[in-house]
């Protein structure tokens, strides 16, 4: 059922063309900067954005940086809200369960599958973002590549670092998918999940900005989305990269927990 | 095959499926009738493990469901309403992807899949669709591919709903024989359908349901037992009124209703006048009408209210 899953994954269009316009935004940001060579003042704008128009290596963070806020949470809603519901509306669900494929297998497909998407996501950002960045930003000799705190970053630090982001930007975009996953076990509508997904997004944010909201503010799923930022610090300031790790997991439990008790026991009329 | 005891669901307070006690055996070609919106749906739903019933029991090839509904289904094909396909895909990589999906069983492994598929796909007529995809289809040709869904796995028990929807009279003689040739090779059929020539033509049972009730079940020609009257053409209509005078119901021509009389009775009258007797034969309650008799108008049918002094 996983590989099946996959599979499906894999054979559908929507998967690389939603891969392709994520990598797209990167690139059109590195053309302007490119011919402009105006970035936005140390600490304003995008995180990175200043420290890349010297040194093209950190622009795969800096990709990373650019979607996170909307395009990546949009592609990871949509997709993750098509799981369930969008096999319901076609119909196809009820073929798959009566194959016969148990409920709660299908749903851990369908989460592998996601998963599988994230990482297929992030990867190929951060990816296609090295050589944009290399070739149109330079490589960055004169200045060396160098952490937001302004120490030197070796090659291999940088590439962990790297990765480290792509790790933990995938794992809180899996707390992005496991709230439209729940949603779209409830309803048959793809576009209700997606968008109720996005919904719970954009009450986090707002809400992490307010700060009548303050006491709740650590319990937000938006709020430590940014402490990536922190892995290139020196030396690394692992606080809230771990508190956001561990607010993610226990998002990721509930609302799975909550998927599979109603998938599980819900009655397919679709 | 099937055997239900006191099935019953409930959605909110409205009983869509009340009390059935269905009994599917072995070889049959059960038909089960109903108008629309009785609860045939919502019953193969349950029987497949898709809705969980209210209260009852089901068994579905001697086990349980939904308790054991993966072991049960093991050896059933079905089709459940409409079919349904990934439009993106050709016929055959949707057969291959839910195939895959399941377990293997008896007959059913990984290493005979491409024969089993290009089997299926050449018994309802779709041997020759090459890697278009689904979505450019017509609605007879998705019939067809849900139809070689449903038997890719060589099931002994085909579940099917409304099966020659959105076929042409050629395509529904063709299925209708492809499904008396499963059924003689040993498959069972049960068959829900509304349409009551279709289920005359394929059934040797059949369970009818009105508004969530079985309000019958037994073989079609139990069903179509004599009404008592008897049926004649005669060569002289008129003459023969006059003998059968008092005893007829209905007169069309040269074909009288007789009734209160055997067909031994009424032919032994006609040929002492010398009325000619061209066909006698015993009245048949038709499956229609047995089916009329026994259930109310469907559910999409929604008149006004009787007013109150009419009741």
Redo the contacts between chains.
Sequence with gaps: MIRVELRKLLLRPRTWVSVFLLCLLPAIVAIFLHISRVGPRPGEGPAFLSAVLGNGALYPAAALGLVLPIFLPIAVAVVSGDAVAGEAASGTLRYLLIRPVSRTRLLVAKLISIGAYVFIAVVTVAATAYPVGISLLGTGEVVGTTTVSGTPLTTPQLILRTVLTVLYIGWSMLGVASVSLFLSTLTDSALAAALGGLAVLVTSTVLVALDAAASVRSYLPTRYWLSWVDLFRDPILWRDVERGVIVQAVYIAVLLGMAWANFATRDVTS | MIVTRHLTKRFGRARVVDGIDLDVREGDRYGFLGPNGSGKTTTV?ML?????ATSGEIEVMGRRVPRH??AA??E?G?L??????????SAR?NLD???????SGPGVSRTNRTTRINEALEIVGLAGVGRQPVRQYSYGMRQRLGLA?ALVRRPRLLVLDEPSNGLDPQGMREIRDLLLRLNAEGTTLFLSSHLLAEVDQLCNRVGILDRGRLVAQDDVTALRAATGRAVVRVSNPAFAARLLDGKIEERDGDRLVVSGLSVEEVTSLLVAGHVGVLEAVPERWTLEDAVLALTSHGSDRVGKPEPEEAR
């Design positions: 739903r497949l493990g898709l809705v969980y509904v993966r289904l093991a059933v079905a459940v309403e409409a079919p349904a396909a990934y439009g993106h895909l990589a992807l839910v195939d895959a999906a399941g377990p869904a």
